[in-house]
C-alpha cells in the first residue's frame, strides 16, 4: 500500500495474453515449482492444496477463471501466496510480470469480466480476488 | 461502467489487501490462514526425520545428541536382537539398536558387528538418543533433516493404541510416523 493513498503499488502476472494485477501487500511470496495435492470433489478450478510452512492451502488455477489467450512464449508459470483477509491461497498464472506503481490518474474503473475492477493506462486489470473467488 | 471520479478510489478501496476484508463465500477447501507473526515458536516440534528401509520416521530433535556416520559396531556376545553390537563414542560404551525390528520392519538385523560385519550402507546412519539408562545408538538407513511442526499438524493416534506412537505427520511429500526413542530400545 502507498504511504500517501493517492496511488497503488501491483503485483502484475501474466494470465494467458494479458497482464493483471493484485495489491503487492496481499502477496507473501512466488513459489516456482508446485505440485498440487489433488482434492476430491473440488470446482475444478482449484487444482488442490499444497502445504506451505505447515498450513494447507488451496491452489486456484487463474487460467481457468479469467478470459485467457495463449500466453506469452516466454511463460514461466508460478504460484502467487496471496492474502484475502485472514486466509491465503495460492494464484497459479503464467508468468510473473513485476512490480509497477500506478497512480489514480491512470487506473480507469471497469472492466470486462467478472472480479476485474478497474484498467490501467498500460492495460494492467486490477483484480478483485474475493469477487472473482466467492459464489462460484 | 462508473464514471465519477471518487468511484476510482472505492475501486482502490476493494483492490488494497486490509487483514478483516470478507471472505465469506469463497470455497473452503482447506484451512489457510494467515499465520499471526509467526515467531520461531517455543510449541513448536523439532522432529527429525530418518528412513528405515523405505518408510519414514521422526524422533523429537531433543532427544538427538548426535548423528554418526554409521561404523563397524564390536559385537556383544549372545546379544539378542534389537542389539546389534556397541560403539566407543568418545570412551563411553553406547549400545546399538536396530528399530526397524522393534517396528516390525525387518526379521533379521544386518549383521553391524563381528568379524563377518558387511560394510555399512553410504546413507546409513547411526542416531545417539539419550535415556533415562545412558546414552544409546538407533541404527537408521538415512536421515532427511530436521523439519519445524506446530503440534498441532501431528496426527495423534487413537489413545490405548498408541505403543511408542507420538502422531503421524503428513506432508506433500509423504508421511513420517514419530515415535519415541526410548519405545524403540525397549
Redesign the interface.
Known sequence: MSADGSGVDVCAFWVGDAVYGIDVARVDEVLPRVVPLPVADAPEYIEGVVHVHGTAVPIVDLRRLLPAGSPPRSAKPKVILARIGRRRVGLRVDAMAGVRRYTVAEIRPGGAAKGVLGVTSDDCRLLDLHGLLANR | ??ADPG??????A??????????????D???????PE?RPGAEDLQLLTFGLGAAEYAVALGTVTEILRARPLTEVPRARPPLLGVLNLRGVITPVYDPALRLGLATAPPVCAGPDCERPPRAARILVVRTGLGPAGLWVSRVRGVQ???PA?LERPASGLTGGVIGVLQ??EGGCTVVDPEWLLR
Open positions: 461502467m462508473i468511484s476510482v478510489e472505492a475501486l482502490l476493494r483492490f488494497r489487501y486490509r487483514p478483516d476484508e470478507e471472505t465469506a463465500g469463497m470455497v477447501l482447506a484451512a489457510s490462514p494467515v499465520e509467526r519445524r511442526v506446530r499438524a506432508t506433500v
